[in-house]
């Protein structure tokens, strides 16, 4: 430790400096920077401008190579990933097989932004799992041996954005070179999007946490932005941050235990008034308007801290920005409280009154401490509590806004490793949870990204070090309880296991058997390819996580869907085994009907019945199809419950299907609704137990709450989600539209606020305003609004569901007719189950062959065998 501490004591302070621009393609905010705030913002690979979903405009990247290099190609993904919010700027790439620099012409007074993303697809004779580089600006190392592809899987994440707030470079020219790796073969590196923007200075000398008469001056750092959250809040998007271009996200994922405080918004008559010493560059005002806090209770309040935990690399030093904005009291001493990080006090009697003065004044609050690389070195947690000495009024803390910064090493390096995906469980066994990262070196910093230069820490932190790493030891470590992974709030749409295939013919065929049962046709790849002309890209129906979807033929002239797995794709063999393990065995008019499947020369391949209408999404919105009306509506919903329904009671267990969306509903030639897309499924709880405890999978904007912040999956989960399509259907818009105001981003949110407000009527569908009887939009509604309750028990079954939209129909067919029975038997939870509970699994009492109508009043009671 001595040794350690006298190298850290050797360190020289790196000065680096980094220029604004002295010309650019927009301007940022120039009101808030100086006269000279520029930005670049470039698509990658493309050939002329194109906006992003948010409205920002990207540029070609070509002027800013070498004119004579030939070192570059161009490329576009071939499949876009469902999570990706915009195809601007990831569907173009510009690839690199040799070491390459970008040129930006640059003003050397001002520190910028830098951020680099990457959206690792698949790319013509390019595979992104060869794909290992480095990133240099200057003489600092921003990426190395970067695999977007690796840390794309172990983050579960479709792209990933890397940001860095580099010092001024004092220099003209701004070069960032990528240098693909010499150790792997075939190396190359690639990027998509490219931004730099000029900013102000935001950093200033910060107190280093356990030695109060040390600062360090992190104005003449260099920082990687680790996580940058909006507590309490909604994410936020780079268009509505106040000039600079940043991205905050939700804190709820990185809560600690179950005490997760309670939620607050000012209301309209507090202003936010930034101060004079405090420009509003510094977050934006929706980040002071909301805020967590502990709770009215002070016993409870007691008994736990409010802590947040990231996981982060070990061997640097981070900059922890607290935001503070008291707006619901008004005097000095009515909540104070202490501020913690990693178990040391960074601050006593905090107290944001007496900071501001007043209420609805921002504040924020910086500490420096250095992680260690020892065992716990790789997480940070920060944690308030009430202060017991200063008896305030009320026994309470609050923050608004977290931001953790990154600091570069003594080398100039601010590369961390890559992250390592979770291995792969066998089929069946992902009963309990499983951390996300399994190494210590695994770190969350995709949700936001960068990596950042600066200054090494002087001969002030040699002593922080050592004195940190002594406390560290002699903490009790029995505190810290091991945490699940969680599934990053704003990417992929699903979670990932390690992708693996099976090679060889002779083993695919009796693998498909073992695990259909006997059940699953198995194709040769010859039949496959026969089928769809050599996978023609002109059959291409659709693509998904899995793969692209073709439609082909079979047995001379059946059409059928199959969907084929991609190399790069997120999902694997476990998604690929459970889609045959369930359908194979389960037959039902509103499920999809898996034929077969071919694993043939490391192809995995599933092919199914061809689906004439496709999703229900795309009769919704974004596609130039006839929109549907209301009735086809209901009886598509109809249909969609009844095959969830028959999943959690039908069938020989309970099915928990895990990604219920729009996209998984597919509509055949008769219009009759199918649940699709197996892949995510798992077995429910049996009679002991009310839960399964799993990795949290599923698509945003979709996934339970509950599920999402315990990991403990129900079939309530699935209803929560059909709670979503519902609104979905009845107001013609997706899940999550990131280019509407805040409050509207997502439907659920924006749905629940409308109920509450009275004021549903205004998002409905104008396409079927005029079809829908206000009885039966009200039943509807509340219907959908009592899907999407916080906690599971508040939510009804899906019988229940299904029964009350057999009800809405009624009411838009007959809404004079009677409906007193109908209440009554409503309220009768145990007649309404087994009125509608009928087995027709394989091997159970039949398949269902009869056409199902859904004129009858409560067709589905009436005529169960119908299902």
Request: glycine content about 8%.
């Amino acid at each position: 430790m001595f040794d350690a501490a006298m190298k850290l004591c050797s360190c020289v302070k790196f000065l680096v400096i980094i220029t604004t621009f002295c010309s650019g393609v927009s301007k940022v905010n120039s009101s808030k920077n100086d006269s000279n705030s520029y930005s670049f913002v470039l698509a990658c690979g493309a050939t002329s401008n194109a906006t992003d979903a948010d409205g920002r405009i990207w540029s070609p990247d070509s002027t800013h190579l070498p004119s004579s290099s030939g070192n570059s190609i161009t490329s576009k993904a071939k499949y876009q990933d469902p999570s990706l919010v915009s195809d601007i700027p990831y569907m173009t790439a510009r690839i690199f097989k040799t070491q390459t620099a970008y040129t930006f012409p640059v003003s050397p007074k001002s520190r910028h932004w830098i951020r680099l993303h990457f959206y690792p697809s698949s790319y013509d004779n390019f595979n992104c799992s060869n794909s290992f580089f480095s990133v240099t600006v200057g003489g600092f190392t921003l990426l190395n041996n970067f695999s977007a592809s690796i840390t794309a899987q172990a983050l579960t994440q479709a792209y990933i954005i890397r940001e860095f707030t580099l010092v001024p470079l004092q220099t003209d020219t701004l070069n960032i070179t990528f240098s693909p790796s010499s150790v792997y073969k075939d190396s190359f590196a690639f990027i998509n999007g490219i931004e730099i923007i000029s900013m102000p200075e935001i950093f200033q000398a910060a107190p280093m946490v356990g030695f109060s008469d040390q600062t360090m001056e992190t104005e003449a750092s260099s920082m990687q932005t680790m996580f940058r959250l909006n507590v309490g809040g909604q994410y936020i998007p780079a268009n509505n941050d106040s000039g600079l271009g940043r991205i905050w996200y939700d804190d709820a994922p990185y809560l600690f235990g179950a005490s997760f405080g309670v939620t607050s918004a000012a209301n309209n008559s507090v202003k936010i008034s930034y101060p004079p010493n405090l420009p509003n560059y510094i977050a934006p005002v929706d980040v002071y308007r909301t805020a967590r806090s502990m709770g009215p209770n002070p016993d409870v309040n007691r008994n736990y801290n409010l802590t947040w935990i990231f996981q982060i690399d070990g061997n640097f030093t981070y900059l922890v920005r607290l935001h503070f904005c008291e707006f619901q009291l008004t005097r000095m001493n009515q909540r104070v409280f202490n501020i913690y990080i990693n178990n040391q006090t960074a601050l006593e009697e905090a107290d944001v009154i007496s900071w501001t003065s007043a209420q609805g004044v921002p504040a924020y609050k910086d500490f420096v401490i250095y992680a260690t690389d020892q065992p716990g070195g790789d997480e940070m947690w920060v944690a308030l509590h009430p202060n017991d000495k200063t008896k305030a009024e009320f026994y309470d803390s609050i923050l608004n806004g977290l931001e953790i910064f990154k600091i570069n090493d003594t080398t100039g390096n601010l590369a961390g490793p890559n992250p390592v995906p979770s291995p792969a469980p066998p089929p069946d066994t992902d009963s309990q949870p499983k951390p996300s990262f399994v190494s210590s070196k695994s770190s969350k910093t995709g949700i936001i990204a960068g990596s950042v230069v600066g200054l090494a820490a002087g001969f002030g932190i040699v002593f922080g070090v050592v004195a940190f790493i002594k406390r560290k030891k002699n903490m009790n470590s029995g505190g810290k309880s091991s945490r699940g992974g969680w599934l990053p709030i704003y990417s992929s749409s699903r979670t990932t296991e390690t992708r693996t295939t099976i090679s060889g013919k002779s083993s695919g065929s009796s693998h498909i058997s073992n695990i259909g049962g006997g059940l699953c046709r198995h194709f040769t790849l010859a039949e496959i390819k026969h089928g769809t002309k050599n996978f023609d890209e002109s059959l291409v129906i659709g693509v998904g996580g899995f793969g692209k979807v073709y439609k082909g033929e079979i047995d001379g002239g059946t059409s059928v869907a199959i969907k084929r797995a991609n190399p790069c794709s997120e999902q694997g063999l476990h998604e690929f085994q459970t889609e045959i393990e369930l359908l194979s065995k389960l037959r039902h008019r509103h499920l999809v009907s898996l034929i077969g499947a071919c694993e043939e020369n490391e192809e995995m391949i599933l092919v199914y019945d061809y689906m004439a209408n496709g999703t229900l999404r795309e009769h919704l919105y974004k596609h130039n199809k006839p929109p549907l009306s209301w009735k086809q509506r209901l009886d598509i919903c109809i249909g969609a419950a009844r095959g969830l329904h028959y999943l959690h009671t039908g069938a020989r267990y309970t099915i928990i299907h895990r990604d219920v969306k729009t996209t998984n509903i597919l509509l055949d030639d008769k219009w009759v609704a199918k649940v699709s897309d197996f892949g995510l499924s798992k077995t429910g709880p049996n009679l002991h137990q009310t839960h399964v405890s799993t990795m949290v999978k599923g698509s945003f904007g979709y996934l339970d709450p509950e599920y999402f912040r315990r990991q403990q999956l129900t079939e309530k989960s699935d209803v929560y989600s059909f709670g979503v399509v519902l609104f979905e259907v009845v107001c013609g818009r997706p899940a999550l539209n990131p280019s509407l105001p805040k409050e509207q981003v997502s439907l659920a949110d924006w749905a629940l606020h409308c109920h509450r407000r009275h004021t549903t009527k205004e998002i409905v569908d104008p396409h079927i305003k005029g079809e829908i009887t206000p009885e039966c939009l009200k039943q509807f509604v509340d219907t959908a609004v009592s899907c999407l309750s916080d906690h599971g028990t508040d939510r009804p079954s899906m019988g229940s569901v299904l029964w009350n939209l057999e009800y809405c129909l009624q009411m838009q067919s007959n809404p004079d007719g009677p409906k007193m029975v109908a209440e009554q038997k409503a309220n009768d939870a145990y007649a309404m189950h087994t009125e509608l509970l009928s087995i027709t699994e394989e091997g159970g009492e039949g398949e269902e062959s009869e056409e199902h109508s859904t004129e009858a009043v409560f067709s589905q009671i009436v005529n169960p065998q119908g299902r």
